[in-house]
């Protein structure tokens, strides 16, 4: 088992910067690829970012590519979300998961067996 806790959310407004931590316990940290995913009210979860096991490759959604960095601190047992130049659009509650890395498809959330409780951010305009 992994267990996930986020912290750092909060209201930003936009065009401001936050930055979302994740920190895991439980199983080897460095064996999970980490992502981010969010959910607004009434939509569908959908993926934001994910880094794999040793933070060398990284993936975004195109909603927030160049606008939100992902890193991991295997060291820390934590990942990382920071997030700048936030719209309105990015309100939702952020949720971090961690998956085996022996599972494809890094950017499905079906693909990650363990969920954080999430995280609101709210976005003034």
């Known amino acids: 088992q992994v267990q996930l806790v986020e912290s750092g959310g909060g209201l930003v407004q936009a065009g401001g910067s936050l930055r979302l931590s994740c920190a895991a316990s439980?199983?080897?940290?460095?064996?999970?690829?980490m992502g981010w995913f969010r959910q607004a009210p009434g939509e569908e979860r959908e993926f934001v970012a994910a880094?794999?096991?040793?933070?060398?490759?990284?993936y975004y959604a195109d909603s927030v590519k160049g606008r939100f960095t992902i890193s991991r601190d295997n060291a820390k047992n934590t990942v990382y979300l920071q997030m700048n130049s936030r719209k309105p659009e990015d309100t939702a509650v952020y949720y971090c998961?961690?998956?085996?890395?022996?599972?494809?498809?890094?950017?499905?959330?079906?693909?990650?067996?363990?969920w954080g409780q999430g995280t609101q951010v709210t976005v003034s305009s």
């Open positions: 998961a961690a998956k085996s890395m022996a599972v494809r498809a890094i950017t499905v959330a079906m693909s990650y067996a363990y």
């Open positions: 880094i794999t096991t040793s933070g060398g490759t990284t």
């Open positions: 439980g199983r080897t940290f460095g064996n999970y690829d």
